[in-house]
């Protein structure tokens, strides 16, 4: 009996995964918001969906409504608006009808890793062009890059994961303006700087941005996109039937609704950014930071680690991420938990 194979070009690619919780107490390794969501705002979501048929498919109107919503927030038309179960499913469907066999995607490392992962799943060959020492991208070399090779998906993250690296909008408008492919800008963490391409952008650019962060949702996977309407049309080939749950469309409606209510932690949450940055950067190299993370270079980063997790605090590694070299990164918590982290690396 011969078993089946499967691709030849996805050898190498191993599972994605993050830091090992199994004996975490406190968890700083995944950009999770450490703030639960309002009990008011939970206690909603349990009414609203406790009135749910399951046994039925997704509502039609309910996910009009979130659109809608997610329209309101982001101040553009509905029918820019692109839905997914988690940010990442937005990404591969951007790879899946844009890329794919015969194309190239273009990647700023080092940045977020499932931007490889999502090419490479597509089938799309990937190129890599490197940031600066300081993570910043060089636009002018960017814009080279992209008219020699002529990349049909480009891919740019601001704030950049894991580096917090802000790409100022002018810069991300002049490297899509000189692009002839789709441009993918990853906007996962816009709440924590403010910085957006949104609604100044260009035709063939999607933003890309998640309700796991700011919006303390990381459990509800939901995502979406704002691009022009053509953008959009060009991806409905690749879309599942009844893509977001009755459930999700409830509870993210509650929430979008409630929105006043769920993102008041943002500013407490870039408070304590920049606090654990400046009380870091008396230990080690600290890298600038717009999102809910920091980046910082320690001298001696097995330590560090290995001291982190024997009191429970469990950080992520990037130690080997090229380009970033001796890295770790840790996720901003609560000031109780900030103080422990702070405590134990002293």
């Known amino acids: 009996m011969t078993r089946p194979r499967p691709r030849p070009d996805l050898e190498g690619l191993a599972p994605y995964s993050t830091s090992d919780t199994a004996q975490g107490r406190i968890w700083l390794h995944a950009n999770e918001n450490p703030y639960p969501l309002p009990k008011a705002v939970m206690d909603e979501i349990v009414s609203e969906t406790s009135r749910l048929q399951l046994n039925r498919y997704p509502d039609g109107d309910a ?22 179960d ?21 990647l700023f490392e080092p940045t977020y890793r499932m931007h490889y992962r999502q090419a490479r799943m597509a089938g799309t060959r990937t190129e890599i062009s490197l940031r600066r020492a300081d993570f910043t991208i060089d636009a002018d070399g960017a814009v080279a890059v992209i008219e020699r090779d002529q990349p049909d998906v480009v891919f740019l993250c601001s704030p950049n994961n894991p580096t917090g690296t802000i790409t100022p909008r002018d810069h991300i408008v002049r490297i899509a303006s000189a692009a002839s492919g789709l441009v993918v800008v990853d906007e996962a963490y816009y709440e924590f700087c403010g910085e957006t391409v949104v609604p100044e952008h260009v035709d063939n650019v999607i933003v890309v941005r998640t309700m796991s962060k700011a919006f303390r949702l990381a459990g509800l996977r939901l995502g979406y996109g704002i691009a022009h309407p053509d953008v959009l049309a060009g991806m409905r080939s690749v879309r599942m039937p009844y893509a977001q749950s009755s459930f999700t469309q409830a509870a993210a409606l509650v929430v979008l609704k409630r929105r006043d209510e769920v993102l008041d932690k943002v500013d407490a949450v870039v408070s304590e950014r920049e606090r654990v940055a400046r009380s870091l950067s008396d230990v080690a190299d600290v890298f600038p930071s717009g999102a809910n993370f920091v980046l910082f270079r320690p001298p001696d980063a097995a330590a560090v680690l290995e001291a982190l997790a024997a009191k429970g605090i469990v950080i992520r590694d990037f130690r080997t991420l090229p380009g970033a070299e001796g890295c770790l990164r840790v996720t901003i918590g609560t000031p109780d938990e900030n103080d422990e982290f702070l405590a134990a690396l002293r």
């Open 63 to 84: 996910g009009a409504q979130l659109v809608r919503e997610l329209a309101s927030y982001a101040g553009v038309d509905p029918e820019w608006i692109w839905v997914g």
């Open 86 to 106: 988690g940010s990442n499913e937005v990404l591969l469907q951007s790879c899946l009808a844009y890329g794919g066999p015969g194309r190239t995607a273009l």
